[in-house]
């Protein structure tokens, strides 16, 4: 008897604790964090007792309420706190109400601000539930409806901004009112004060100057009587309006001059002996002492700022709780009965205490841990009988807690996050196919969630089946990488649209008709009705004669509804029918609701939702064979749906075949997702993806160059229009334009705009995911020399490349007349962009371009004329003005003069090209090669040159968007989304190796000195680190620290140690990465750190690969030697992360690069903020005293930084020191003893030639590492700097089908730096030698695209072996390198109309080169500067050749500079020298042809047109002039005589190609022509002209 009563005792305990869990678990509490200044995570909580008719009314107020508080807050602390993002939670009971997103943990008992119906006691006054004592946070405040939308009640308690800060003071920081109350017994509202005679009453408050005003009877309005000094009952202070004290804001807080708190100092001192609450509570002490006691400020926590932030508001709205029993299953629980109680406790709470629409999951643990029940909705008793049975009584084993919690946050958090993933989601459910379990199993089905937006597809399991639970948690990480951009879209309505297609029909858009639509089924809570008929409607109006629409609304609060809708000889019958839930639906009732109009009259299809209903029988299956087509998936379309379950039967009585045909669509499904992974992870920017038409991801960053005082006209001319009455707009009209010129292809469907960390004044929509400058494809920044305000796409690759980025500048943003020279902004953004996404060219000549000339003479007829360069449809008419004059032009031998410009009129036939006057009005299409657009290729415009005469739009339809009839045209396209972003600091996760192999050649050494110097001196303070080592498994050492000291840094560094051993599991370190570490953070980056190939045992690299993906971190990886795992390449692709590869004999260097690499993520700097490094070497010899210099330029030299590493202590057995160029020494190194690095500091360096030298023990086995670094010599400089890639990218590569080209980017600022030295230094993994010393040149030859441009390039093409190649750029100049400042402008004005667009004629000043930039950037040598000497470095990252060249593959590259001249027999040729391998080495010859007809020269007829051209120099031959045979780079002169003196009025066309010693011939150069006019009358002839035209 006792033991019964012992577990009826425990089984009441234990369920009664249950409940309370249940409770908290449903309102778990948001923690409130003052974070950076700002407090983050405050929950305004609206009650479900307030009616929802004050919806937006206490919404708006709340806003208003809290973010003008947030202000007075700020000043009130004193500059160091303010409101940043608020959450407002609205009662699940308001249903006709738009939110954000819905809650995660937020609720209403945990809130911090309650909205609530009144009180007695209170009325609508603001309080704060304060039940403790001094310091302790209050329990909640408490605010009226009425308060918040009744400005006339609101005043009776002050302004509502003070009201709030009041009450958040005895909230947050527990201090009280500094006031009396009326007849309190404890605080009066008067007491007398003895301080002074004689004695006087005061009244009963804290302020820093005595307030004026009068004692008032409270009854009669005169003044107040008193009694034995002090003043009657009724009696009331009266302040004076104006006052000139300014605090307390505990006191008298409405009148205007209060707004500070009082403090015990001189600023606002505090009135100790006034008997109010605060001083009774809190012992005397100030309220400001008291506040600043509390952790938001001890310490100089969130130290003052400048200015605050607008504060952020997301409103959200509770949905039911997910419960996961972790159940202790062990031997010890058989103990004392234990095991019976808990089954008994937790079948009752299953059955009697969880609420309905609650889910439940149980996990057993003993040893290991198991699911036992998935995640399951409570939605009637048969579902808690079936919970409750599982929990039965059978214990035994070990005790593994952390099993049991793993499997909670690992297998059923996944379908936790499923629920809000799908309903913050727009999303159409397609049931697959069904399968029962035992009695003991829930029903389970698929559910596929299309993203409208995304086309990702999510699966929900109900059984707990580990197919399932692994096809779950897979496309639930696809679903939760995207759901954030979702959740902001939409606003979700408690209702399911269902949609059930037969033989691969659809159902119709809102807007379209129903003429393919079968059957329409909307599934809906009682109010979706009456707040969706207009859409219901809608969608009806929409059906087809015959057509039967049926619309299923359940639980209708009035039942007996039956609506018909006619639409002239049109019914759709919308019904209330909803099938009683304890029984079959007859079938002929069924029969009724699902008939359908069909190509097969007699087919018939069964609809079952499975709420608590059972399943009906299907009559006929959805297809004969397949559940879905591929198809039908694609042209899914819903309007507005939410979460539901729901199947379709197929007809068969096998069980088989319908696990037969689940799996198979399943199949189908995933090879649908693999290949959407597999596009977005090599879109031409990793972030950009043409999904069903619309672009989503494009980024618009704008540098912290940019003051912050454009922000709001910047934001708005992205999206829309960028001053209040222009008439011009940038992304969001740009859409359209798209559209139509790609033939209705794509449009901008999602766009993100990046403001930078340093802009906190400006609002934005959220923090930023992945998004970053660097990365970013559209950069608003500070204009440059050469091209001012003009937009231009930085494009270094070459045809079908993608650009790196678009550049606009917020003058060109923001001044609609600057804007106005260079065209529409829409058509001036599409322009931009065909450059930078599909890697096309402007179809249009530049003045005084040596490559595309303005003018061009066209052969095709007689008589030949001379003609505009520019591609059209249709001919374009207009005038030739002169630029200087404004008349027509003057010609020179048949061609227009220099200063020629052409003047097109407003009004044309021709709608093409976009690529040349794009802003003409009729302008919409690219040029093409059909009959529509057709192209013009001969024209020498740059878009011929580097595309082979192909048509822009032939290399647009051949991009991934739109080959293979990818992305086909549709009927509309949609408004641009635009989501307004800010970056915060980057968290690291540090996934480092230590499995046996890292003991090999130091490597576990070499990565703990680089590691350690990493925290210790470069990662920037405010950025979070967390430390995972893997071997055989993975243990998190150190979880996610925030670096806001040196203490911190000091703590982590001494985390990593040298110790290795075991196996290599990069897959687990990965795992816990995303999972323990970085889940839900912003800004995410892991740095995984490895040598050797991972174990053959799962989880494996390519087990992880979507996990990583779907979670948004980059990964940068660094591969250690030569056995380092393939797949690490290939994950940072993937991630938009970066690679690099560290040689075994790497002293250091490129180790610390590569953890320099990872810094790219962090929030940019000011280019003058940002470190440079000027120097870096390694040294490994038996020298005693190592000596070198480095130079220190006149672009930089602030806070210069000096540091020496050794892999030992003991091999520096002297300091380093510096000598300045004076030869002063500088003897001030300091020694960190947790990386070995010695630093020496100089705020101002001098510029010239430094010198260090450092003692060493002379141990040639040692090493040391020596970098130098400096910021811009003022705040306000631009130094030099250098960046360097290649190619390849951060992946692996064929180099026989995809040559790399090596970059260096040299610039100062934003402006080219010409005429420097610069050699990439290419090291091979397995290559213990020296590094592959490759020349990069800016001479628009070869690899590189436009001379000038500040962009050096070269071709890889020497390769030792297949492996990682790793790249560093090293810069210098002994002085002869020049800035590019800009062009010599003129003072003269424009007066002539062909000013209205550049395209025809500059914005700049006349007398200069209009507009940039052709083949080459010109220079004005008069106003460059000279860099003086300087030297830089860079790393370029590393990448992996799969395949290499053997023997001979490379041709040489197309020469494109040739030039001729001619005159009676005489031609002379000019060019570069192109190289034996495309711009390296030298080639063996040239075969020189000439023709009168240029067909003739083109690639395809060179060779077999020997009939109808003239062979002038064949490669034998040229194989014997030496002067010809010249090293790539060089110029080279050939001069030769013809055999027939040339003939007047005729064309003489001139092409080579190079051959190399292995046969490979370049293609075919540029064509050059000389037509020579007839001679002049003989009164009038002065001698023969020539006429040179460069024409492809």
Known sequence: MKRQMSLAMATVVATATLAMLARLATATHASVSLMSNGYEGPVVAISPSVDELYAVDVIDSIKKTIGEASEVMFRATRQRAFFRDVKILLPKTWTKTAYDQVAVTENFQDSDIRVDVSNAVYGNQPYTEQPGGCGDPGRYIHLTPDYLTDDTEAAKWGPRDKTFVHEWARLRWGVFDEIGYPDDPKYPLFYMDFSNYPFVSKPNYCANQELTGSKMDNTTGDLCNELNGLPTATCRFDPDASQVANSSLMSYYYLSSIEEFCDSTTRTPHVADAPNRHNEKCGRSSVWEVIESHADFTGGANPPVSSSMPTRFTVVRQEEAKFALVLDYSGSMASYDRILKLQMAARRWILHEVSMGSSVAIIKFTSTATLVAGLTTINNDATRQSLAQIIDSMAGGGTCIGCGLQMAIGNVSSVFGVVPCVLLSVIICVLLGVMFCDSLCVIFCFVMCLFVLFGVMVCVVECHILLCQIWCHFMYLICTSFSATLCNLFSVVSSTLFAVMSKGSIMAAQDKAFSQAEILHIDANPDYYNKHQETIDHLASGCQENDKITIHLTELSRPDMIIKKNHGNKTCLMTDKVAPSDKNMPAEDFDKLSQYRSEDKDQRLKYQSLTPRRFYECRKSLRENNVLSQEVFRKLRCVTCNISTAVICSEGSSLEMKRQMSLAMATVVATATLAMLARLATATHASVSLMSNGYEGPV?????????????????????????????????????????????????????????????????????????????????????????????????????????????????????????????????????????????????????????????????????????????????????????????????????????????????????????????????????????????????????????????????????????????????????????????????????????????????????????????????????????????????????????????????????????????????????????????????????????????????????????????????????????????????????????????????????????????????????????????????????????????????????????????????????????????????????????????????????????????????????????????????????????????????????????????????????????????????????????????????????????????????????????????????????????????????????????????????????????????????????????????????????????????????????????????????????????????????????????????????????????????????????????????????????????????????????????????????????????????????????????????
Not at 1295 to 1307: D, G, L, R
Not at 1418 to 1443: C, E, H, I, K
């Open 700 to 1592: 618009v960053a704008i540098s912290p160059s940019v003051d912050e005082l454009y922000s709001v006209d910047v934001i708005d001319s992205i999206k829309a229009c960028g001053r209040r009455k222009c008439e011009e707009k940038t992304i969001g009209e740009a859409s359209e334009v798209m559209f139509r010129a790609t033939r209705q292809r794509a449009f901008f469907r999602d766009v993100k705009i990046l403001l930078p960390k340093t802009w906190t004044k400006t609002a934005y929509d959220q923090v930023a995911v992945t998004e970053n400058f660097q990365d970013s494809d559209i950069r608003v920044d500070v204009s440059n020399a050469v091209y001012g305000n003009q937009p231009y796409t930085e494009q270094p690759g070459g045809c079908g490349d993608p650009g790196r980025y678009i550049h606009l500048t917020p003058d060109y943003l923001t001044d609609d007349t600057e804007a106005a020279k260079w065209g529409p902004r829409d058509k001036t953004f599409v322009h931009e962009w065909a450059r930078l996404r599909w890697g096309v060219f402007d179809e249009i000549g530049y003045p005084d371009d040596p490559k595309y000339p303005l003018f061009y003479m066209d052969f095709s007829n007689y008589p030949f004329v001379s003609k505009p360069n520019y591609c059209a449809n249709q001919e374009l008419t207009g005038s030739k003005m002169d630029n200087t004059t404004g008349d027509l032009c003057n010609e020179l031998n048949g061609l227009p003069t220099a200063t020629c410009r052409f003047d097109p009129d407003a009004s044309q036939v021709a709608n093409s090209s976009l690529m040349s006057y794009y802003y003409l009005s009729s302008i919409e299409e690219f040029c093409d090669s059909t009959t529509r657009t057709p192209h013009v290729a001969d024209a020498p415009n740059r878009h011929n040159e580097k595309c082979g005469r192909s048509s822009v739009w032939e290399v647009i339809e051949s991009h991934a968007d739109f080959t293979g009839g990818a992305n086909p045209p549709v009927s509309s396209s949609m408004p641009t989304r635009f989501t307004v972003v800010r970056q915060e600091e980057a968290k690291f996760a540090l996934v480092l190796d230590y499995s046996g192999s890292m003991a090999s050649y130091d490597r576990i050494l070499k990565l703990q000195m680089a590691a350690r110097r990493w925290i210790l001196h470069e990662v920037s303070m405010g950025s979070s680190v967390a430390i995972i080592k893997f071997t055989s498994t993975a243990t998190l050492v150190a979880g996610l620290t925030t670096i806001n000291n040196d203490a911190t840094r000091q703590s982590l560094a001494q985390i990593i140690d040298s110790m290795a051993g075991g196996g290599t599991c990069i897959g687990c370190g990965l795992q816990m990465a995303i999972g323990n570490v970085l889940n839900g953070q912003r800004n995410a980056v892991i740095l995984l750190i490895t040598d050797g190939q991972e174990n053959p045992t799962p989880p494996r690299m390519s087990d992880v690969m979507s996990d990583v993906i779907a979670s948004g971190a980059r990964v940068v990886t660094i591969a250690f030697g030569e056995s380092a795992d393939p797949n690490l390449e290939l994950l940072a692709k993937n991630t938009n992360g970066k690679t690099f590869t560290v040689k075994d004999t790497d002293n250091g260097n490129q180790l610390n690069d590569a953890f320099l690499g990872a810094l790219t993520y962090q929030p940019g700097e000011v280019l003058a903020e940002t470190l440079i490094k000027i120097y870096e070497t390694d040294y490994q010899g038996a020298n005693r005293v190592f000596t070198e210099q480095f130079t220190v330029d006149a672009s930089l030299g602030r806070d210069l930084t000096f540091k020496l590493e050794t892999n030992t202590p003991s091999h520096v057995v002297s300091r380093p020191h510096l000598l300045r160029p004076d030869g002063t020494k500088i003897d001030s190194a300091t020694f960190d003893s947790t990386s070995n690095t010695y630093a020496i500091t100089e705020a101002m360096a001098d510029v010239g030639q430094w010198t260090y030298s450092v003692g060493l023990s002379g141990s040639a086995s040692n090493s040391i590492s020596v970098s130098v670094s400096a910021k811009a010599r003022t705040p306000n400089g631009e130094p030099i700097r250098t960046s360097a890639w290649a190619s390849a990218g951060s992946g692996s590569v064929n180099a026989v089908t995809n040559p790399v080209i090596v970059y260096a980017e040299v610039k100062q600022g934003n402006n080219p730096v010409v005429g420097a030295r610069v050699k990439a230094l290419i090291s091979e993994t397995s290559s213990a030698g020296a590094p592959q010393e490759l020349e990069l040149h800016d001479n628009g030859n070869g690899g590189d695209s436009q001379a000038g441009d500040g962009i050096y390039s070269g071709y890889l093409t020497k390769y030792s072996s297949v492996g990682r190649y790793s790249v560093k750029a090293q810069v210098w100049s002994d002085g002869g390198a020049l800035v590019n400042n800009g062009f010599t402008t003129s003072r003269r004005k424009r007066s002539h109309k062909a000013a209205r667009y550049v395209r025809s004629v500059s914005a700049h000043p006349l007398g200069t080169t209009p507009y940039c930039c052709g083949s080459v950037v010109p220079l004005d040598p008069a106003t460059a500067t000279p860099t003086g000497n300087f030297t830089r470095v860079a790393p370029g990252g590393s990448f992996q050749v799969t395949v290499i060249p053997t023997g001979d593959s490379f041709a040489p590259s197309r020469v494109t500079d040739l030039h001729m001249t001619l005159e009676k027999t005489n031609l002379s040729l000019t060019w570069t020298a192109t190289g034996d391998d495309f711009d390296t080495g030298t080639v063996s010859g040239y075969e020189i042809r000439m023709a009168h007809n240029a067909t003739h020269l083109h690639e395809d007829a060179f060779d077999s047109a020997a009939n109808a051209t003239t062979l002038l120099l064949s490669v034998a031959e040229s194989a014997n002039l030496t002067l010809l045979l010249v090293e790539a780079g060089r110029k080279v002169a050939l001069e030769l005589t013809l055999e027939e003196e040339v003939k007047y009025d005729t064309p003489y066309l001139v092409a080579l190609r190079a051959v190399d010693d292995a046969g490979n011939k370049s293609l075919v150069s540029n064509i050059v022509s000389v037509l020579i006019p007839p001679p002049p009358p003989p009164a009038d002839k002065t001698g023969l002209s020539l006429t040179l035209i460069v024409i492809g």
